[in-house]
């Protein structure tokens, strides 16, 4: 037989399972996920321990942390000093000197050699405590280090945490360090809680689907965005996880892809964050902002994704139960803490006082004639037992001092220990006051331990009360309404269109040009057979030959009305129809007559607010009808949906149709509301009923800075509620009475003037363009009455204005009428009779009457 070993054959199946299993296991739970317990990756609880063993008050070079890191951490040097920089630029456990790079710009770091870190004080009473740490081995068998740092605070809540292992991930956001505290408390207390996550860049956040972090939640964040004038925006928070650069480049991409029209973009960022984006010549500030949200990175969308090790192994948690598990640690080990010094305090005052019976008892005498070291043990243990009570010794020869534990070989030994130079200079008062200290000390461990939740709420509140200050809440929590990108996209092509060969497209230059469009835009096309198509707009898109008409088609659009006359198959009945277009399925063909073959369109007309015009048809010649002409009214024809089959006409074949007159709005009026949340303009009931609105109309506002404005109600157009006094549709005839402080003269005055302005979207000033003046009272109730009061040398006067009585009506321009010689305070405003919404409304600016907004 061979001598030869034999050799196990593996399945190379079963071998790459394993290795698999072995590796993702690996990745998981030691590099990517924090564990529950202390919400640390092993390369960050690696380093915070190698800086706890450097730790003695100064800074140390990155450098040197890296390298002692690296006797625990089996990585790379660049790896630790990422992730040590990442945990420096948290402003949590390390405190950073140098260049340690900027979050909100998205500079790295300068070399380690170059920067210093040390442990915050925040650290050093929350993560280390050797004598409640579970131990192991290095990676190499030299060093221990901790299983888990006896963390008592949520650092994975406070801090974030992003990791990628095998097969899953987890994405925690970061959350307010005092919330935190607070909802920790709450815990404690029984009480419910709700955390919501705060960014160290500000912004805006909309946390109304963050579903406590868990699998398939979303968060929407923002760049905080001002309007610095009509044609400057600036951008002073950044939505988390966005750098200015990165902003920026999202904002010229949009430009060039002609989403947004900017004519320059410069980056001021030093202490704080600024970005300027001046605008286009004509584009609304507010469009443009809602433009910025939409194409750009002012406005991101985070999927949380709340995963960490509890047991050895990956849960999918909420941030509520991370925050539990956390407390109810925190909660434990400060139990253990308390436990450990309860012992130590008791062995304290064990030794305590067998010295002190050993000196002032003078056993140590006992031992003079002693020659062993066991006949030294044995006299000071039979001394010592003259004198205590301890549980073998139940019954001393003298009522003595009891003890908790017997008396052991140790403390014997520690005795005989004690110098001659203590035992001469021993104060027995002193000692018994060391003693009483001791046991008061005692009492009050074993009271916490009793009270253990108290004593953990204490616990919160001192690191509340300690670190607190300066951590205030930096992301503004907001709800965010969807942005329709149709509706902001500037128009950046043109369309055009191929009437006779049926092509529609921005790329048809040569043809006939229809009009200014966005490449988000749908585009309706209606032929000459009857036909209806909606296309989505591309470079050339083929919708069918002999096009009638092409226009942009807006989803949901209930006003734009289609006046149309067709003939109902060859040589079939002549019908008529009112219809609207307001839903479609994109690139089906509809028929928008009976659906005969050989049916065509007579007469075609779109009227964008419901206009019904009167036509004049002629019949052919040869027909048999005895009036061969006649006139129709559209609007005696109601407005039905697009597939109705409509009217007759007539039975007569039709020789041409002709427009003889415009008809009026046959829709009712629009109803406009503002939305308080969002301040827009809504059509839809809402917080505000602004009025009924004809196309002609218009509305008015007043601003509590005293100037007034008029302005074309759009739907979604944005106005700031916070500095809106009045809003609601203008009439020429209603008289506006204001009480205001000139701070040219010091005088409060009183006016009443109508609009006498027709420009639009102009802002015109009511009261004196002094610095100081200021609006106390706004009212479009034609006969106001409101008290007023103010200090004289007399005392306190207060009086009551009837305004119509008080002034005529003057220019809007006029300064008005003095009412007192120093600024006034409005009381309570005289009640008018009810007035109906948007009719009329008083306010009273400084009062407590209230505002519309």
């Not at 009036?627 to 949906?641: H, P, T, V, Y």
Request: proline share 3%; charged share 30%; with cysteine.
């Amino acid at each position: 037989m061979s001598d030869q070993p034999v050799t196990e054959r593996v399945s190379l199946d079963k071998m790459y399972e394993e290795y698999f299993l072995d590796y993702a296991s690996y990745v998981i739970l030691e590099r990517a996920v924090p564990t529950a317990d202390d919400g640390l990756k092993p390369v960050q609880r690696r380093i915070l321990y190698s800086m706890r063993k450097m730790h003695d008050g100064r800074y140390h070079k990155v450098a040197n942390v890296i390298g002692q890191t690296m006797q625990f951490h089996p990585h790379g040097d660049a790896a630790i000093g990422a992730a040590l920089v990442h945990l420096g630029q948290k402003n949590l456990l390390v405190d950073c000197q140098g260049n340690w790079g900027d979050i909100r710009t998205g500079d790295s770091a300068a070399a380690p050699r170059y920067i210093e870190a040390r442990l915050t004080p925040l650290a050093l009473d929350i993560l280390f405590n050797a004598e409640t740490t579970e131990w192991q081995l290095s990676y190499d068998g030299r060093n221990k280090e901790p299983i888990n740092l006896p963390a008592k605070f949520p650092l994975v809540l406070a801090q974030g945490v992003d990791g990628i292992a095998v097969g899953l991930s987890t994405k925690i956001m970061p959350h307010n360090f005092i919330e935190l505290i607070k909802a920790s408390i709450k815990i404690l207390q029984d009480k419910r809680v709700k955390i919501y996550p705060d960014f160290l860049t500000g912004g805006l956040a909309d946390v109304s689907d963050y579903q406590d972090g868990k699998r398939g939640g979303k968060i929407k964040v923002r760049a905080l965005i001002e309007k610095k004038d009509k044609s400057t925006l600036v951008i002073r928070e950044l939505p988390y996880g966005v750098t200015t650069t990165q902003l920026i480049d999202s904002i010229l991409k949009a430009n060039d892809k002609g989403k947004i029209k900017i004519k320059k973009v410069s980056d001021n960022t030093a202490k704080d964050i600024e970005i300027v984006v001046e605008l286009a010549s004509g584009m609304s500030p507010d469009v443009s902002i809602d433009a910025l949200y939409a194409f750009t990175n002012c406005e991101v969308s985070i999927s949380p994704n709340a995963c960490v090790i509890v047991d050895n192994k990956p849960h999918f948690l909420s941030v509520v139960d991370i925050l539990k598990h956390s407390t109810e640690q925190t909660k434990r080990l400060l139990g253990r803490e308390l436990e450990i010094r309860k012992n130590d305090l008791e062995e304290k005052w064990h030794f305590s006082s067998l010295e002190k019976i050993f000196i002032q008892e003078r056993i140590y005498r006992d031992i003079e004639e002693c020659e062993s070291w066991e006949e030294v043990l044995k006299a000071v243990t039979i001394g010592l037992h003259k004198f205590v009570k301890t549980p073998d010794n139940k019954r001393p020869k003298t009522k003595k001092l009891e003890l908790k534990r017997s008396i052991t070989e140790d403390d014997v030994t520690r005795l005989t220990e004690v110098k001659i130079k203590r035992i001469s200079k021993y104060n027995v008062f002193k000692a018994e006051e060391a003693l009483q200290k001791l046991l008061e000390e005692l009492d009050q461990v074993n009271y916490d331990l009793a009270h253990l939740t108290a004593y953990s709420i204490a616990f919160y509140e001192m690191l509340l009360s300690k670190y607190g200050k300066g951590r205030e809440r930096k992301t503004k929590l907001s709800s965010f309404e969807a942005i329709k990108a149709q509706q902001v996209v500037v128009n950046n092509t043109t369309l055009y269109v191929n009437r006779k060969e049926g092509f529609i497209g921005y790329g048809l230059k040569k043809d006939e040009e229809v009009g200014p469009c966005s490449d988000l835009d749908d585009i309706l096309v209606i032929r000459k057979d009857g036909k209806l198509v909606v296309s989505k707009i591309t470079e050339k898109n083929f919708v069918g030959k002999n096009i009638l008409h092409v226009a942009v088609w807006k989803k949901g659009d209930n006003r734009t009305t289609y006046n149309l006359i067709y003939r109902d198959g060859f040589g079939g009945k002549s019908m008529v129809k009112r219809f609207q277009v307001t839903a479609i399925t994109r690139d089906k063909e509809y028929a928008l007559t009976a659906g005969k073959e050989k049916s065509a369109v007579h007469y075609l007309s779109i009227n964008p607010n419901g206009e019904a015009e009167i036509v004049d048809v002629k019949l052919s010649p040869a027909s048999r009808a005895r009036i061969k002409e006649f006139e129709f009214d559209f609007s005696d024809l109601a407005i039905k949906g697009r597939g109705s089959k409509g009217n007759t006409l007539t039975k007569y074949a039709i020789k041409s149709v002709r427009k003889i007159s415009d008809g009026e709005s046959t829709l009712d009026a629009l109803k406009y509301y503002v939305d308080k949340t969002t301040g827009r303009i809504k059509t839809e009931e809402s917080d505000i009923y602004l009025g009924a609105f004809h196309p002609e109309d218009i509305c008015m506002a007043i601003y509590l800075d005293g100037t007034y404005e008029l302005i074309k109600p759009v739907e979604n157009r944005k106005i700031d509620i916070k500095k809106m006094a009045h809003m609601g549709k203008f009439d020429e005839k209603v008289i506006i009475s204001l009480i205001y402080f000139d701070g040219h003269k010091k005088w409060t005055m009183v006016k009443r003037f109508n609009i006498e302005t027709t420009a639009l979207d102009q802002r015109f000033s009511a009261i004196s363009d002094h610095e100081k003046s200021a609006l106390l009272f706004a009212s479009v109730n034609p006969r106001p009455s409101v008290q007023y009061s103010y200090t004289s040398k007399k005392g306190k006067i207060t009086d009551v204005v009837h305004i119509h009585d008080f002034i005529d009506v003057k220019g809007w321009k006029a300064l008005g009428n003095r009412l007192a010689d120093k600024k006034v305070k409005i009381g309570k405003i005289v009640k008018q009779k009810t007035l109906k919404p948007g009719d009329s409304v008083e306010f009273d600016l400084d009062g407590e009457q209230g505002q519309l907004f």
